[in-house]
């Protein structure tokens, strides 16, 4: 019976180990992510706009979330400023967002 090439063996342990670091990641995250919604949502309730803001800036991913909502704000205030058929800009821009 051939012995097993220790390279391929030391490649299926590595995969397992970073598997397991992945998944348990992304658990902690998950479970993390769950008790900053709770809390927002509860503080949300409780009418604090600011403190929810900050307490959902908690959340693994609240970097790029705040990216990505910064980077669509800038994409509209742009477009709404560039587009050439105001009249359409007026009908479809939310509230006094036209000059």
């Known amino acids: 019976m051939p ?5 391929t063996t030391s490649g299926i342990v590595l995969a397992q180990r970073a598997v397991k670091t992945v998944a348990q990641s992304s658990l902690v995250d998950s479970v993390r992510n769950g008790v900053v919604d709770l809390l927002t949502k509860q503080v949300q309730d409780l009418g604090k706009k600011e403190l929810a803001d900050r307490v959902a800036g908690m ?3 609240a970097k790029l979330r ?3 909502q910064n980077a669509i704000e800038r994409a509209t205030k ?3 400023e560039d587009y050439a058929d105001r009249d359409f800009v007026m009908a479809v821009a939310p509230g006094p967002t036209v000059p």
Do not use: A, F, K, V
Request: net charge neutral; hydrophobic share 30%.
């Open 78 to 80: 742009r477009w709404t």
């Open 59 to 61: 959340r693994s991913d």
């Open 3 to 7: 012995l097993p090439d220790p390279l």
């Open 66 to 68: 705040g990216q990505i």
